[in-house]
């Protein structure tokens, strides 16, 4: 089972940042960082009435059936997925074994661009979620074991 490594809130503001960095030069309207059970790691840009709690549920579904998929034509992996509407179209990336990059982005916006950014900001994201993981080798969150009514044994103050 894979695990999160624990991330302190410079690595979310680090995250944050590179999010933020993927709007500005892609043109997209909102990026999210996923873990794979579809939990919401970080978000920037404008959600507007998306509900970003279910959007994030199902991009990971949507990326693991890709995934089973390319198991049946015998692809050991395909790295993104790439859905097109009338306004608003979605590109998931694998960032790493843990998580996946979802980019919102009006359908008038090219696709190419969206790809070209996604890739280089998925790498420093995984660089970043590397740094995190080597700061604490034998820590780690399992996000689908979290009790939702009582998350205080995972989020709480640093000493």
Known sequence: MFTLPQLLEEDIQRIDAILREMLK????????LIDQGGFLIASQGNAGSFDLTSIAALSSGAF????????????????????????????ITAVDQQCQLVVIFQSSV?????KYYASAIAEQIAAQMKIAAERNPEGGVDLSILNLADPSAIFRRQS
């Open 25 to 32: 030069k892609s043109d997209a309207s909102l990026a999210l």
């Open 110 to 114: 090219g696709v190419g661009v969206v």
């Open 64 to 91: 693991m059936a890709t995934q089973t998929i390319a198991g049946l034509v015998e692809e050991t992996s395909f790295s993104s997925v790439y859905q097109q509407g009338e306004t608003h179209s979605i590109f």
